[in-house]
């Protein structure tokens, strides 16, 4: 009888092995949250406290993941809502022209890391254009690799919605790359 009672008292640790612990989450995934709120138009100077929120959710919500969607897709529309959070703030600060230098003078480091920051730059730039439904499906799908499937889940959009927010901000962000290329060429 005790043997019963033992090997019924194991089963419930083995399925709480499956959910990972917040430490785990956290080591696991915080790379991915940090890129996608930077993808999702959070100030570098504001990821920092952007993704504590996000953890904060998280920490609070994980024992009820009830796991029909993959942890990456749930942690995603978590950092969704809190952009959007972030974006809507009204203390958020915007810039504003200025003649004075923001950046100090520092030595120009090696062209490629140079041509990194100016194409990672430019990719900001252009996803500041897109509005954010397309914007948070190009982001999953073309930068952070997601299925479409995921990303649709993430979204909470019907899958061929996500293929048509996909197929227009693809659409917007080459026409602003040809504007781009077209600009410097008369420069």
């Known amino acids: 009888m005790s043997a019963a ?15 990972p612990s917040f430490a785990e989450v956290y080591r696991d995934h915080a790379p991915f949250l940090w890129r996608a709120l930077r993808h999702l138009g959070v100030r570098d100077a504001d990821i920092e406290d952007v993704c504590q929120e996000v953890f904060l959710v998280v920490h609070r919500r994980l024992p009820d993941f009830a796991q029909r969607s993959s ?3 749930w942690l995603y529309s978590i950092a ?7 974006r809507r703030r009204a203390h958020r600060k915007r810039e504003a022209p200025s003649s004075e230098l923001v950046d100090p003078m520092v030595e120009a480091p090696q062209p490629a890391s140079v041509a990194e920051r100016q194409a990672r730059m430019l ?17 999953l799908y073309e930068l952070e690799e997601l299925a479409m499937a995921e990303v649709a889940e993430a979204v909470g959009c ?16 080459e026409a602003a790359v040809k504007r781009r290329q077209a600009k410097e060429r008369v420069s």
Do not use: N, W
Request: net charge negative; hydrophobic share 45%.
């Open 5 to 19: 009672i033992h090997t019924t008292g194991e089963a419930p640790a083995a399925v709480a092995l499956d959910m």
């Open 123 to 139: 990719l900001d730039e252009i996803l500041d254009t897109l509005d954010e439904p397309k914007r948070a499906v190009f982001v």
């Open 158 to 173: 019907p899958l061929q919605t996500a293929y048509s927010r996909l197929h227009a901000a693809r659409e917007a962000f």
């Open 71 to 73: 942890l990456r897709t």
């Open 80 to 86: 969704l809502r809190c952009a959007s959070d972030y």
